[in-house]
């Protein structure tokens, strides 16, 4: 061997860090000071007297090593056992709480100290670590196997920052104290995600353009506000980093968010070009990403269709992400959130046994935590879908237990978007057109950027006989979100209106976009391109298509269509109706 070769071993490595130490301090430096470092004392005394080593300090973090892997883990479930207890006797803004990451690797030993990926993963997998948890790598978990009777929840794979590979990793945090609430159940309340918006950087090199940034920058803030499906950290907190070189690691963990919101402006001449991107906290990756360049007339016209564009895309995108999210997570280990969101990767698959089962997730959501307004929202929701679907037996019942649960989901919270839409789209399925539009202007009103409310106002407008404003709202629902797991019944209610206004070519254009979407299920999509083919006199081919939707619905009907789709106005559905029957459908 080379006499200058560098020492190797292999050694369960541990890194626990303070989690929120910049907003901690911001709210009492020197009071916050001395709680960090009597956590950070006692937490290396653990160490110590567990056998492990402190191999360095860096600010508020500390790196060391255990000879074992179950040392490791042990040593740390110690510690944050002890942390929670002291913590349950303090106020919210005292409490010190640390994550802790532990990864076993083959490492470099220099100077005293340890290098290598080994290290690296290790800090990976404290960020990843829930406040007040432990989080470690699949290596460590098989190593505790039958030695530690300790729960680890499984986090799957993982994308981790600077780390080459995926790594599957495994979760652990305190018990929850059942002596908490007053009735001693179990309840897991809703964590909604929360996001931090960061000032726009100014790339012109003109700081008088810092305006522009700031600017957007803050009706971003107000707008994501409006959409309470996420937590906004205020401007004061994120204007704070304005100006500094950052990590977007440490400022999550600062802020105490899931996901950060950054990008630039760059103005040349007449033109503006704004760039914005959401990154995961945990993993450093990008959930979304997007560029917009635009022409600057009217200052205040460009801040608002900018704004609009970037908020409006931002929450599908952000609610894709959370369901897959939930999807990763083992049942047994899901709170009121991840119900609520596992139960809407279901809901949107708009067949009959996942809406089944999104109701039953909707109602596992609301037991955990019955103030979560948009869990009675979207049962409420699913309520309808069953209704318009053709699933319900009794549709008048499932209809009336909808609203009751949109009624409950407005006592809980009365600005959820989400209740008000689902009021409006039980309105409109009971015929009462004027309130069923006066619930989704509503809505729009508390999220203006929220896609679905402006389709269901759009269909509402259809049946109410008003189709150019109908247009123009699923027009803009379309652009709005051109990835929402609703897309489909975005642009099948376009085609429908376009139809009933006469224009069949252009209705059969968007009924025929509609097939080639991947998740446009049940009959709908089939039934409007029959109708619109028929109308042009293809009628082989509207039979054809007839033929897709009754395979979907066996029982599909003009009876039934003019049961389920009540219009303001006697015949309102003639000409879709006027094309199922060429195409061969039965009254009855």
Known sequence: MPSDSLNRKLTAIFYADIAGYSRLTGDDEEGTHRRVMEVLDYTSHEIANAGGKVLRYAGDAILAEFSSAVAAVKTAVSIQTELDTRNRALQQEKKVKIRIGINIGDVIEDRGEVFGDGVNLAARLEAAADEGGICISAGVHEQMAGKLELEFTDGGEQDLKNIQRPVRIYRWSPPQDKSMNGSGANTRTSEKPSIAVLALTNMSHDPEQDFLGDGITEDLITALSKIRSFKVISRESTFSYKGSSIDIRQVARELDVRYVLEGSVRKSGNRVRVTAQLIDAETGHHVWAERYDREMEDIFDLQDEIVEVIASALEPELSAFERERALRKPPENLDAWELYQRALWHMWKYDRDNVVIATDLFNQAITAD????????????????????????????????????????????????????AIGRIHMMQGDHDASIAALEKSISLNPCFAQAYHGLGMALTLAGEFDRSGEMTRKAIQMSPRDPMLWAFTIVHALNLILGGSYEEGLEWARKTLQIPNANGYWPHAVTASALANLDRLDEARAELAQAMAAKPDLSVSFLKNNLPTRQSGGLDPYLKGLRQAGLKDT
């Not at 008048?396 to 209740?419: F, H, N, P």
């Open 370 to 421: 019955p103030g979560f307004a948009p869990a009675h929202a979207y049962y409420a929701y699913s309520c309808y879908q069953d209704v318009i679907m053709g699933f319900a037996d009794d549709p008048e019942a499932r209809l009336k237990e909808g609203m009751q649960a949109a009624r409950r989901a407005l006592e809980c919270d009365d600005k959820d978007a989400i209740s008000y839409f």
